[in-house]
């Protein structure tokens, strides 16, 4: 791997992306006369950016839900999530989703995958009733690796009404982590949604974040062919062809809803 290329990637001014990030939830906040903003706070390194993004200037002005399934959620990640709501002092609730997946579980066919969708569709149904009762509005935790290669949940993580860092690769959002302050556990544990039980992103992918993000940014930011990109990466060809078809196959999840290409008569 061609680290010239990670360190190109990670070398960016995160004081000023992150006094962006801020403008930029201000302003969404006054455009749709919202009252604040909602997200779902999981443990893990996006989510927690997020909420120290927002104690800087809308800690009164923030709430962050903790939403493990216990049957299958790590106690650690639990605890991490309580641990960031201390260090940054943003208000929270704290809902186990698994009487929730139990209840419609009990009505539907058995299927692991389709459970861990399900997962995060409820939770993202409970970010809404509370940014509805509150007039808030929902985070969304994407960052620019997993949104090109649709590493999520359509209309469940992939669900929400502004996404503050989806310009911002995996890699960089470790980075401005540590200009953020972000418990240094937090930046170096594994990624992992936690849709079913040991479920960790890279091993899920195949591929590590080093790698998604040199392809990535070689392909769009770069221009550059598989050829090209894997000479400059020396990443293997085969996992460069595969982050092209995720990204490929997983444009539906990044449009709206398709309709027919119907005239008025």
């Known amino acids: 791997m061609n680290q010239d290329i990670i360190n190109e990637i990670k070398n960016k001014d995160y004081e000023k992306i992150t006094e962006k990030i801020e403008t930029f939830l201000s302003d969404e906040i006054k455009k749709t006369k919202s009252k604040g903003v909602i ?12 909420a120290y993004i927002c104690k800087r200037k809308l800690k009164e002005n923030t709430l962050a839900i903790i939403m493990p399934d216990t049957e299958i959620t790590p106690k650690s990640e639990t605890e991490d999530a309580l641990k960031m709501i ?17 209840e419609y579980s009990m009505y539907l066919e058995p299927d692991e995958k389709s459970k861990g969708n399900l997962r995060a569709r409820v939770r993202t149904n409970i970010l809404y009733y509370y940014a509805n009762l509150k007039n808030y509005l929902v985070l969304g935790s994407s960052d620019k690796s997993e949104y090109n290669i649709g590493y999520f949940t359509k209309y469940g993580d992939g669900a929400s009404d502004i ?3 989806i310009s911002l690769y995996k890699l960089q959002v470790r980075e401005i982590a540590k200009y953020l302050q972000v418990p240094e556990n937090v930046i170096s544990k594994k990624s ?7 479920h960790e992103a890279e091993d899920e992918i195949g591929i590590t974040y080093e790698e998604i993000d040199s392809i990535l940014y070689c392909m769009f930011e770069k221009k550059l062919s598989i050829e090209e990109i894997q000479k400059i990466t020396l ?3 085969s ?3 595969k982050i092209l078809e995720l990204n490929t196959n997983s444009e ?9 290409g119907i005239e008025e008569s």
Not at 39 to 50: M, Q, Y
Not at 86 to 98: F, M, P
Not at 192 to 198: E, Q
Request: aromatic share 4%.
């Open 39 to 50: 997200l779902g706070l999981s443990g893990g390194i996006d989510s927690a950016v997020l």
């Open 86 to 102: 201390s260090l940054t002092g943003v208000d929270y609730k704290l809902v186990d989703i698994n009487p929730i997946v139990k």
């Open 163 to 165: 996404t503050p860092i």
């Open 192 to 198: 992992s949604p936690h849709l079913w039980k040991d």
């Open 235 to 237: 990443i293997e060809k």
């Open 239 to 241: 996992k460069i062809e």
């Open 252 to 260: 539906h999840k990044r449009l709206l809803a398709q309709k027919p």
